[in-house]
């Protein structure tokens, strides 16, 4: 270790002086350049905080993002369609505000969009060919929220077919790359927005979850990212085309936020969340229950490695065990078993029959008549999860109400679980990022954990187990696997208390650390 020196930046009173000593120890893998510090990898709290201190201007943070996508995005191919003309205009408007003495949540600071949002004059596909000139003429309504809050839109992020895969290709817009390693996945279905954010492609992003589609990408590119309770954030114009954007929400499904820290996270959730004000917004103001403890010594944590349909690899187990042995030392009430978790084999088939009853809903009427001649097939014996998707993809509105009245029995276990426990610690994924695997018939892909291969979507009930029931689930880095590939786990809260996971996460990141820039 150097001696330790102070760093001259060359500004009069400058206020990040000791972070520019800290940068030069490495502490927060953020480059000094040419006597002032690169403003890429600042927080969005941190930049906001620059610009009203006349530190730095939107104009300028907006140039260095996009300086930055041109130089480097070639080899990660996350941002597919980039909006820099509007950008910059936005970024002078922010500025202007800001000199007329407005302050708003997200002024001036540079974001990025997950593909699948509608933005006015820009396309949205979905990743689907046959839609690639598609341009809807209204924003989405979290489009609109992030530029009321001042956000400046960088422009789209890359997105796999349609959102149905775990990782992001598609034919319009090509491969995204893993930023730490571009033979590996950066994940799906908002694995451009987590590698634009781990590349600094600007602050924040925002993505979409339906199976891990925030938390995966987060996991494998070292981001945070948070799947907010079913129903808490508005989501119209986050529609396929070319439907119309219909402020009616699909089940399961949700939007949310992605950031670089826990505490951005929760200052771009505060700007989506809430009702859609065509519907429910006309009578109700949401007023979302403060995180139920400050500090760690206060939280009961139940942790989670092992799965009874998948295991669970030594590189993901690690970082389970290491937010663990954190939450131990903080003196958190940690516990490994419960007999009030709601039963997790039961618990994933329920998810993959949900999962997969909507997906047939346009298929040909020969293609649904094939489906339902192998599932009468299957053998009554027979409890795997592909099995549960073939009869989930056959449901009868009958079959779909029994499958949703017992999602219901198993939400009220999970209020009673959470009655006795704050939050659950588990993996995301069995393994942190795979190699990229484009095989175009999915039912062949494998899945490596430890040396033995597995079906290539049965990794999805990590996902699952929030998901399934509504649950909120914040993804955090908990550090990184033999190969230097990140590693996350998902702090799963209750449902509606969105901001207890948000604080514990909060509280790791202090403990653990947790976003480091791709070397």
């Keep these: 270790m150097p001696p330790r020196v102070a760093i001259a930046c060359g500004r009069a009173n400058c206020r990040w002086s000791e972070l520019c000593e800290a940068a030069f120890y490495g502490l927060f893998q953020r480059p000094v350049r040419s006597g002032f510090m690169e403003w890429t990898f600042q927080t969005a709290e941190e930049l906001a905080a620059a610009m009203r201190a006349g530190e ?3 104009a300028e943070l907006t140039d260095e993002a996009i300086a930055r996508i041109e130089r480097d995005d070639k080899a990660i191919n996350a941002i597919c369609v980039p909006d820099f003309d509007r950008a910059r205009a936005a970024a002078r408007g922010a500025d202007q505000a800001r000199a007329r003495g407005e302050d ?13 949002y509608n933005i006015a004059g820009l396309p949205t596909t979905w990743g689907m060919p046959q839609y690639r000139d598609y341009v809807p003429a209204e924003d989405a309504v979290q489009v609109s929220r992030l530029k009321a809050a001042g956000a400046v839109v960088l422009g789209k992020t890359n997105v796999p077919l349609g959102l149905q895969d775990i990782q992001s290709f598609n034919e319009i817009y090509g491969i995204t790359n893993n930023p730490w390693d571009h033979a590996r996945t950066s994940g799906g279905s908002s694995g451009g927005s987590a590698a634009a954010l781990a590349s600094g492609f600007g602050a924040l992003s925002i993505g979409s979850d339906l199976a891990g589609s925030l938390r995966t990408p987060a996991h494998f590119c070292g981001v945070y990212a948070h799947k907010p309770t079913l129903g808490l954030v508005a989501s119209r114009g986050m529609v396929p085309p070319p439907a119309p954007a219909l402020p009616a929400d699909r089940d399961l499904a949700v939007v949310g936020p992605m950031a670089r820290t826990a505490r951005d996270l929760t200052l771009l959730l505060d700007v989506m969340a809430g009702p859609d004000p065509l519907t429910l917004g006309v009578a109700y103001d949401l007023t979302l229950p403060p995180a139920r403890h400050e500090r760690l010594s206060g939280f009961r944590v139940l942790v989670l490695d092992e799965h009874p349909f998948i295991p ?3 590189a993901v187990r690690a970082g389970v065990n290491r937010v663990a042995d954190a939450l131990v030392d903080g003196g958190a009430r ?6 009030l978790l709601p039963d997790l084999a039961e618990a994933a088939t329920l998810y993959r029959q949900l999962l997969f009853s909507g997906s047939v809903a346009r298929f040909p009427v020969e293609a649904y008549e094939q489906l339902r001649t192998r599932a009468a097939g299957l053998s009554a014996d027979d409890q795997s999860l592909d099995a549960a998707m073939l009869r989930g993809m056959v449901f009868s509105h009958r079959d779909w109400i ?6 219901e029995l198993h939400r009220h276990g999970w209020r009673q ?21 484009h095989n175009p018939d999915p039912r062949e ?8 291969e597995y079906p290539y979507f049965d990794q999805l009930v990590w996902a699952g187990l929030a998901t399934m029931p509504g649950l909120p689930a914040t993804a955090i880095p908990a550090g990184r696997s033999p190969e230097g590939l990140p590693v996350g786990v ?6 509606f208390e969105d901001r207890t996971p948000l604080r514990l996460a909060e509280l790791l990141e202090q403990k653990i650390g947790g976003f480091q820039a791709p070397k």
């Design 402 to 407: 029994e499958a949703d009245n017992r999602r």
């Design 490 to 495: 998902q702090l799963i809260g209750p449902m």
């Design 334 to 339: 940690v516990e490994r078993h419960s007999p």
């Design 104 to 116: 708003r949540p997200l002024l001036g600071i540079p974001v990025t969009v997950k593909e699948s």
């Design 445 to 452: 892909r494998r899945i490596d954990i430890d040396g033995v």
């Design 56 to 58: 730095v201007t939107s």
């Design 312 to 314: 669970t690899a030594s």
């Design 417 to 437: 679980f959470f009655a006795e426990f704050d939050a659950v610690v588990c993996p995301i994924t069995p393994t942190p990022a795979f190699p990229h695997d």
